[in-house]
T-cell receptor, first 113, second 114 residues
Framework: DTEVTQTPKHLVMGMTNKKSLKCEQH?????MYWYKQKAKKPPELMFV???????INESVPSRFSPECPNSSLLNLHLHALQPEDSALYLC????????????FGQGTRLTVV | DAKTTQPNSMESNEEEPVHLPCNHS???????IHWYRQLPSQGPEYVIH???SNVNNRMASLAIAEDRKSSTLILHRATLRDAAVYYC???????????????FGQGTILTVHP
């Protein structure tokens, strides 16, 4: 199983809502990543977790709150988002943060209204 | 962070070889060269990676210059399914500000003509 599963596939939320994105992998990977991708742009790294600990935060606003409850699961909690946060949110995993190939999910298409 | 430079776009005909170049003149000795591609409406997909020697796998070949300041991804026979954005990424394998990151540049949009 080389799959990274993201749910939901689509999400529409208001600026006062709280929602969560979920990412799951069962490859035994110990590094997990969140990316944000706007249309016709490359993915932008947001967070990196290594062994369930946050190791990299690319100066992401606090309205995005990541969580890694166990080695298979990665969440991204969303609160008080702005319309400009509308994007495709991608999750990825790799064996470790060192040089290993990463596997990406299909993403969650988020629209903030 | 060590950066990569790729052409914005390239075109190819089906069943012809494609050579996608990447410049990375500030590469450090512990950086691996990774290639990913992103098909329309999909997440990125790993293609290949290498350090110094040329690498082959079922998807592509990676040719790395002797000084490691450039590399070329080779698709031996392009198909319509290879139309995608191809990203060349330097992946740090040791400590430093880039360690643990997988940072995408602008990439090359590959168009394959029937």
């Amino acid at each position: 199983d080389t799959e990274v599963t993201q749910t939901p596939k689509h999400l529409v939320m208001g600026m006062t809502n709280k929602k969560s994105l979920k990412c799951e992998q069962h490859m035994g990977h110990r590094a997990m990543y969140w990316y944000k991708q706007k249309a016709k742009k490359p993915p932008e790294l947001m967070f990196v977790y290594s062994y369930e600990k946050l190791s990299i935060n690319e100066s992401v606003p606090s309205r995005f709150s990541p969580e890694c409850p166990n080695s298979s699961l990665l969440n991204l909690h969303l609160h008080a988002l702005q319309p400009e946060d509308s994007a495709l949110y991608l999750c990825a995993s790799s064996q470790w943060v060192q040089n290993t190939e990463a596997f990406f999910g299909q993403g969650t298409r988020l629209t903030v209204v | 962070d060590a950066k990569t430079t790729q052409p914005n776009s390239m075109e190819s005909n089906e069943e012809e070889p494609v050579h996608l170049p990447c410049n990375h003149s500030t590469i450090s000795g512990t950086d691996y060269i990774h290639w990913y591609r992103q098909l329309p409406s999909q997440g990125p997909e790993y293609v290949i990676h290498g350090l110094t020697s040329n690498v082959n796998n079922r998807m592509a070949s990676l040719a790395i210059a002797e000084d490691r300041k450039s590399s070329t991804l080779i698709l031996h026979r392009a198909t319509l399914r290879d139309a995608a954005v191809y990203y060349c990424i330097l992946r740090a394998n040791a400590g430093g500000t880039s360690y643990g990151k997988l940072t995408f540049g602008q990439g090359t949009i590959l168009t394959v003509h029937p």
